[in-house]
Each structure stands twice: as structure tokens, then as C-alpha cells.
């Protein structure tokens, strides 16, 4: 049979072609030989690279302050389930497994979780605790008699983390420690030839092309294999190209790894939901996610749920479409059924049982954003950055979370109330507190803004605002180091003021109460926060003496050499104020405020330790004295309606600020066991219409009133002696009178005459009244003979009842 002339003559003409083009035909095929083996040797060295050495970009933890318990300490059972709550423990009627506990009479019994802390593990225990009268009276081992424990430390809690591009988040896990059912749910839902195929399932691929060449959509028709090339090496675009390299690259891994290895690697990078900005990846970390259990814990139906997400965690989000995931949770326990990889009977007891997933709003890489950078910056001066996104290195840090919360919930409800009593538009005002330990300089809190969550700017550590009458303090102080000079009463002169100095206008401070107060003893002038007097005072010590003892307490910027600059008229952040102040709640000692406690590696090995560093900058008398004054402050001065909130007998110290126009609200002021400052303002640097004791100091009144705080009872320095002063006429008594307060001086600077209390009259009268009443004896009577009076009831002569 002959072909048509118009098929004929292209048959020729190809034929024709070939044979004439021949020599250009096997070179341009061999060159394409050449690419794609270029192109695939390409492929097979990446894999290896990635493969052969670290998968995964580990990103550094950092944990809170872990809470060491023993017997005595004061703690309530409030407090202590607030404390393992934090840390996720649950309720449970027998508590044997790690992170439960049930409640008893007495207090508490739970078992603990084993953790790596930086000297080593610490073993989950059965433990008991016992509380009484706000304090820790029982810790002992539950199943060992006389077990009693001098210490116990809780796990910390992870406050967050550095992570890696694109905050890849991810617990490492070995396949070994892989429940069996979540293989079983994975490969029966997602690659049921995973064992036996090379990489690909080319009728997969078959069907994939003709639906995406016919125009029905684009689809997978992908392998285990083929998603963990799609994740670990490529991206989610879906064209024919792409779908080609992923064919080439899961065969190559196929070729040199074994299904093990290729399983583990995807079970810990398969993406599995979005914690606002942090990414889940891996079966380990979703399971404490969504479920707050390690894997090894979850149930049958739990880990279908885990398995289930893997099509889409975005669509099949459990918390935000529950019904959907509950579907696809049943569709993954009916393929495990076809597998024989469960029984009908698990299947229908599995399928009648809820998701379980807990609700908790999204923390991101952190729920405490401010706390988290402050670390975060510490770590720069001594670690690469590429390490501290990568290596797994756990950070362990101070911060106490239910001093956080405090400091939070104090913020944000005391700004919403002041907002709404001066009818101001909501979220108007902004803030700023920073909390610490007296004892050794430990940040225990930071809070950035009202909104604590909001990884914004961080105006605890980077708002710089004047600071007003804070700086008060450091002029009294230099004044009280010279004690032949200044002592608590030596009168000041707070009358109208014209400083000239030259390069700026004439300087005329004036008082808050516009007035003028004449002579006021020191203490009195720092209490009532008189500008005036406290100008005066420093520009006779000498500006540039004041200031240049900055640097010793703590605060590396020098302000500029102005009078104005007595009285705060320089920008500090709240974390620097707290550094100063922090100075003087130790008693003189610069302690340097610090973050972090330890750093260890992934393995737990110890890196880098940040010990206390302790530094005398100033004599412990004149900061006694000075500490004593500051208490007059929150007494008798511009604090003391912080009695609304604190009892008088805490004997809390603290300062005041008001800058000019009302623009920003300071409070800086410390307890037996911290220190803390607030800032209130308006970021647009508008009046806050604010005083420093209407706005700041309420809310750090509200915040230490939920703290229990302990009462501030400085050690009394050797030459440290206390006098008897009458506060209205400065006289001094030689004894305690009813008029009189207790004044501290450094021995030595004390008034020297002495006088009688005002009452002595009183005591002349009682001693005439008694000579009335009792007879004298006569001459040559032995008293010593008469026989001993029976004893009667004590009476008050007649003088003494009159006085009464």
C-alpha cells in the first residue's frame, strides 16, 4: 500500500534531514547527555551535603528562672500551682507520670520531669509538698520513707527562643523514640509502597501529568520521599520543572540512604502549623503544641490527628477548623484499618474520642518579646549570631514569670483606669517596667509597652526620656559622703534661684508648688521633692562632682555639665534607672543588672556562666542615710499615697519624677527584696497631663501589692548612730520622747547638745506625788525588820490621776 503524496514527502524530507544534520543531531544529543549529567551530579553532591552533615538549624532556648523549693520557704499552694502550671503540668487522680499532680490536704503530690540543667540531670521524682501559715513545711519523696528533700529545683520554664530564617521551629526526635501507630498512620495515608518503591511511584506521577496536561488542576501524586525533597531542598512552586528536579533528587536519595534515615529526617522537618511568627516543624514539637504532651504520651486518635494535618496544616488547622480535622482524623484511622495496622475495635473506640487539643493563644518566638531582646543583645557581645540561630544552645535566664505577669496585668489595668478617669482616648498612654533582685541584680521582669506581647519598640531598653526628679538622689548622696557638712537635717536654702553659667540662658528652677520654702532641713527637701533647694545643694558641692559619679553607679552616658542636669534634665531608659537605683538598694554596690544565668550547649555541656559582680562604689553609711530619706519619701512625701496600695510597715524607699509639661511619669523605688522602676508617657512626646506619684506610682504600687514584697530593714552600718530629734525645732533629747524621731547620722556629725524630753514636767510631778502618798520613815525605824507587805493592787496617786 502506498502512502499518500503529502505523508510520503515528509517521511522523505525527515529522513533527508537526519541524515544530512546527523553529525549536529548526536552532538546537540550528547551535549543534553552532558547537562543533565552535569545537571543531576549537581543534585547528587547537594543531597549528600545536606545529608552527610547537620539537617537542621537548631534554634538556641531560652528558659526563665527555675524555681528552687525548700522547706521554709515563703510560698503559697496558690503560688506553687501557678508555678507548675506555668511549666505545663496537669491534674491527674494518680500522678505518677512526669508533669501531673493531684491535690491533698496538706498541699500537693506530683512527679517531676527529667531535665539537663547546666550541672548535670536532674531525674523525674514522686514528690510530696506541704504548705502552712504561706510557707513550705513537707518536701520529701513519695515513695521512700523518711525521704525528706532539702532541696528541690522545678524544671524552668521555656520563655522562647532564637530561631533560624524564616523562625523554623522544631524538638529533634530519633526514630526510635517514634510511636510504631504514627508510622503506621503516616505511610498508610500519605505513601503506602514507601518500603518497596525507589523514591517515586511512577503510576503516582502517571496520574499527576494527565490531570495537570488535560487542564484539571495541578497535582502531586508525591512520595514521602519526593515531600521531604519538596521541603528540605526546594520550594512549593508547582510547575512540570520543578516536579522534574524532585523526581531526580528523591531517586539520588534513595540511591544512597536507607528508608530509616529518609523517614526520621522527614518526620523532623515536615512543616506542621504556624505559631504566629514561628514556624512548627516536626512530629516532637507539634506534639507539645497542639496536644502539651511529648509524643510518646499521645494516644492513638491524637497521633491521627498529628498524621491528618500533614495535607495542609493551614486547611486542616485543629484549632481553627475542628470538624474538618476531626474528618480527616477519622479518614487517616480507616486507612489504618485497611492496613491491618489497627483492629476494627481500635478504630471504633479511637473514632469516638475528641481532638483534645488544647487552646492557648499564640506566644510566637516569645510571649515576653522585651525580656527575650534584652537577652538576646547580652548574647551578641559573646556569641556569633549564625550560632546562636543554629547550635541548640539553651540559655538560661532569670526571669521570674509570676513577677512578669504582675508587672504586666499592673501596666496595662492601671493605664486603662487612669485613660479612662481623665476621659483620655484609649491607648493614649504607654509604659515601662523593669523589675530585679536586690540581692544580686537578677532582671526578674521587663515589660516593654501595654502591650506586653508585641514584639515592638522596646521601651524599657531602648526609650530614652528625661528623667526628671530621679536624679535627686545622687545629689543627696554626694552630699551626705561629707558628713562634717551635711547631715539629714542641715538646712537648705530654697529661695529664688538665678544661675548663670555661661554658653546658656539664665537658669530659674522653681517648685513643683510654684512656692518657695525659705530653709528646709535636707531630708525634707528630698522628701517633698523641692527643686529649689536640691539646685542649690548640688551647685555647692559642684556640678561636675555630682555627675561624675555617674559612671560609679552605673550609667556609662555622662549628661551634659548644666545645672539643669541636677535635677534630671537628661534622658536615662527605665532599664538604666533601675541600674541606679539598683545601687542604692545594695547598700553602695554596683552590681551590674544581668539576664542571664548560664549557657550551655545542645549536649548540656556548660559554655559560659555570668556570676555575680560586685563592685563597692560608694560607703555604706552616707547610702544608709540616703536610703533613710527615700523612705521619708514614701512616708511623709510626694509617694506617700502609695499607702493606698502598700502598708505603712513595709518601709519602702522610692523616688518620684515629673518632667517639665507634664510629659513624663517616673517611679523608681525598692522593698527588702527588689527593686523596680516605671515610666508612663505618651510616645508622641505630647503632656501625659501625669505626675510622677499620679501615674507611675500607682502602678507600681498595684504591682508590688500582688507581689508580697518583702519589708525593707537595711543592715545599720558600724558608724551609723541614731539620734533623738524633735522634727519641727531639730533639737535633740537625750532619750526617746513622744515628739521624736529617730534621725540616723554618721557618728560624729550629730548634734551635740542634748535637752530633756518636753514631758520631763510630767515625771517631776509623778516623783512629788509618790513622796505625798508613802510617809517617810522615822528616825532610827528599821525598815529592814518590819515584815514584808502582802502584795496589793498597783495605785496611782493623786497627781498621776490627774495627769491621766
Known amino acids: 500500500m502506498k502512502l499518500p503524496a503529502f505523508p510520503r514527502n515528509a517521511v522523505l524530507f525527515l529522513f533527508n534531514f537526519l541524515k544530512s544534520h546527523a553529525r549536529a543531531i548526536r552532538l546537540t544529543v550528547l551535549l543534553l547527555a552532558l547537562g543533565l549529567s552535569g545537571y543531576v551530579f549537581y543534585l547528587d553532591v547537594t543531597i549528600r551535603e545536606a545529608f552527610e552533615g547537620r539537617k537542621f538549624a537548631l534554634p538556641a532556648r531560652v528558659y526563665g528562672r527555675a524555681l528552687e523549693v525548700y522547706p521554709g520557704l515563703k510560698l503559697t499552694p496558690e503560688q506553687f500551682l501557678e508555678e507548675i502550671k506555668t511549666v505545663g503540668y496537669h491534674e491527674n487522680p494518680e500522678p505518677n507520670e512526669p508533669a501531673t499532680y493531684r491535690h491533698t490536704l496538706e498541699g500537693f503530690e506530683f512527679t517531676s520531669r527529667d531535665f539537663v540543667f547546666g550541672d548535670g540531670l536532674q531525674k523525674a521524682q514522686p514528690l510530696r509538698i506541704g504548705f502552712a501559715e504561706g510557707r513550705v513545711t513537707l518536701l520529701q519523696e513519695r515513695?521512700?520513707?523518711d525521704a525528706d528533700l532539702?532541696?528541690?529545683?522545678?524544671?524552668?520554664?521555656?520563655?522562647g527562643g532564637i530561631y533560624p530564617g524564616h523562625n523554623e521551629d522544631r524538638a529533634l526526635l530519633r526514630l526510635d523514640q517514634v510511636p510504631k501507630p504514627l508510622i503506621d498512620a503516616l505511610v498508610s495515608i500519605e505513601d503506602r509502597k514507601f518500603y518497596t518503591h525507589w523514591g517515586i511511584d511512577p503510576r503516582g506521577i502517571a496520574r499527576a501529568l494527565y490531570k495537570t496536561l488535560s487542564g484539571q488542576r495541578i497535582e502531586g501524586g508525591s512520595t514521602l520521599t519526593q515531600q521531604l525533597v519538596k521541603n528540605f531542598f526546594?520550594?512549593?512552586?508547582?510547575?512540570?520543572?520543578r516536579k522534574g528536579t524532585e523526581v531526580l533528587m528523591a531517586m539520588l536519595l534513595e540511591m544512597h540512604y536507607g528508608k530509616d534515615e529518609i523517614l526520621e529526617t522527614y518526620l523532623n522537618e515536615i512543616f506542621l502549623g504556624q505559631d504566629a511568627t514561628r514556624a512548627i516543624h516536626g512530629f516532637?514539637?507539634?506534639?507539645?503544641?497542639?496536644?502539651?504532651?511529648?509524643?510518646?504520651?499521645?494516644?492513638?486518635?491524637?497521633?491521627?490527628?498529628?498524621?491528618?494535618?500533614?495535607?495542609?496544616?493551614?486547611?486542616?488547622?485543629?484549632?481553627?477548623?475542628?470538624?474538618?480535622?476531626?474528618?480527616?482524623?477519622?479518614i487517616v484511622l480507616?486507612?489504618?484499618?485497611?492496613?491491618?495496622?489497627?483492629?476494627?475495635?481500635?478504630?471504633?473506640?479511637?473514632?469516638?474520642?475528641?481532638?483534645?487539643?488544647?487552646h492557648r493563644p499564640p506566644s510566637g518566638t516569645s510571649p515576653y518579646p522585651a525580656f527575650l531582646q534584652l537577652v538576646h543583645r547580652q548574647l551578641q557581645r559573646d556569641y556569633r549570631e549564625e550560632d546562636l540561630r543554629s547550635e541548640g544552645l539553651r540559655i538560661f535566664t532569670t526571669l521570674d514569670p509570676r513577677v512578669q505577669r504582675h508587672a504586666e496585668l499592673a501596666l496595662a489595668g492601671r493605664l486603662k483606669q487612669i485613660e479612662k478617669a481623665r476621659r483620655m482616648d484609649a491607648n493614649t498612654l504607654e509604659g515601662a517596667v523593669v523589675v530585679s533582685s536586690t540581692q544580686n541584680g537578677e532582671l526578674l521582669a521587663l515589660v516593654g509597652g501595654r502591650e506586653a506581647r508585641y514584639a515592638g519598640f522596646n521601651r524599657a531598653v531602648d526609650a530614652m526620656r528625661p528623667i526628671g526628679s530621679l536624679a535627686k538622689p545622687i545629689v543627696y548622696l554626694s552630699a551626705l559622703e561629707n558628713p562634717d557638712s551635711y547631715t539629714l537635717l542641715t538646712p537648705l536654702d530654697d529661695s529664688p534661684l538665678v544661675w548663670k553659667q555661661p554658653g546658656t540662658t539664665d537658669w530659674k528652677p522653681q517648685n513643683y508648688d510654684k512656692k518657695f520654702h525659705d530653709q528646709?532641713?535636707?531630708?525634707?527637701?528630698?522628701?517633698?521633692?523641692?527643686?529649689?533647694?536640691?539646685?542649690?545643694?548640688?551647685i555647692e558641692l559642684g556640678i561636675d562632682n555630682v555627675l561624675d559619679k555617674l559612671p560609679l553607679y552605673g550609667i556609662e552616658r555622662r549628661p551634659p555639665s548644666f545645672a539643669s542636669s541636677l535635677l534630671g534634665a537628661f534622658e536615662l531608659s527605665p532599664v538604666e534607672v533601675a541600674q541606679l537605683y539598683q545601687t542604692f538598694a545594695d547598700g553602695g554596690f554596683r552590681t551590674p543588672l544581668r539576664a542571664i544565668r548560664e549557657v550551655v550547649d545542645v549536649e548540656g555541656k556548660p559554655l559560659q556562666r555570668y556570676p555575680l559582680n560586685v563592685e563597692p562604689v560608694a560607703a555604706a553609711a552616707p547610702v544608709y542615710l540616703l536610703t533613710h530619706a527615700l523612705?521619708?519619701?514614701?512616708?511623709?512625701?510626694?509617694?506617700?499615697?502609695?499607702?493606698?496600695?502598700?502598708?505603712?510597715?513595709?518601709?519602702a524607699a522610692g523616688?518620684?519624677?515629673?518632667?517639665?509639661?507634664?510629659?513624663?511619669?517616673?517611679?523608681?523605688?525598692?522593698?527588702?527584696?527588689?527593686?523596680?522602676?516605671?515610666?508612663?508617657?505618651?510616645?508622641?512626646n505630647l503632656p501625659s497631663g501625669l505626675t510622677g506619684s499620679s501615674g507611675a506610682m500607682t502602678v507600681w504600687g498595684e504591682m508590688m501589692k500582688n507581689l508580697d514584697p518583702e519589708p525593707l530593714q537595711p543592715a545599720v552600718p558600724e558608724d551609723i548612730e541614731l539620734a533623738h530629734i524633735d522634727p519641727v525645732s531639730g533639737l535633740r533629747y537625750d532619750r526617746e520622747c513622744a515628739a521624736t524621731v529617730a534621725i540616723p547620722f554618721v557618728r560624729g556629725s550629730e548634734p551635740d547638745v542634748t535637752e530633756s524630753c518636753p514631758g520631763a514636767l510630767t515625771d517631776i510631778l509623778t516623783t512629788f506625788g509618790d513622796m505625798i502618798a508613802r510617809p517617810e520613815e522615822k528616825p532610827g525605824e528599821k525598815t529592814e525588820d518590819k515584815p514584808e507587805p502582802k502584795p496589793e493592787p498597783e495605785k496611782k496617786n493623786w497627781i498621776q490621776r490627774l495627769l491621766d
Open 143 to 145: 515513695d521512700k520513707e
Open 150 to 159: 532539702a532541696l528541690l529545683r522545678l524544671e524552668p520554664p521555656l520563655i
Open 234 to 241: 526546594l520550594t512549593s512552586e508547582r510547575t512540570l520543572t
Open 284 to 330: 516532637g514539637l507539634a506534639s507539645h503544641f497542639y496536644f502539651d504532651r511529648p509524643l510518646e504520651r499521645l494516644e492513638l486518635q491524637e497521633l491521627a490527628t498529628l498524621v491528618g494535618m500533614v495535607k495542609g496544616p493551614t486547611v486542616y488547622d485543629p484549632r481553627k477548623k475542628p470538624e474538618l480535622v476531626l474528618q480527616r482524623r477519622n
Open 334 to 358: 480507616q486507612e489504618m484499618v485497611k492496613l491491618n495496622a489497627i483492629t476494627q475495635a481500635q478504630f471504633v473506640e479511637a473514632r469516638q474520642k475528641p481532638l483534645g487539643v488544647i
Open 520 to 538: 528646709v532641713p535636707l531630708r525634707t527637701a528630698l522628701a517633698h521633692s523641692y527643686n529649689v533647694s536640691t539646685a542649690r545643694l548640688g
Open 631 to 651: 523612705q521619708g519619701v514614701v512616708r511623709e512625701g510626694t509617694a506617700q499615697g502609695l499607702v493606698n496600695w502598700l502598708p505603712a510597715e513595709l518601709n
Open 655 to 684: 523616688k518620684t519624677g515629673t518632667t517639665d509639661d507634664l510629659r513624663d511619669s517616673w517611679f523608681a523605688g525598692y522593698t527588702g527584696d527588689r527593686v523596680a522602676v516605671v515610666w508612663v508617657g505618651r510616645d508622641d
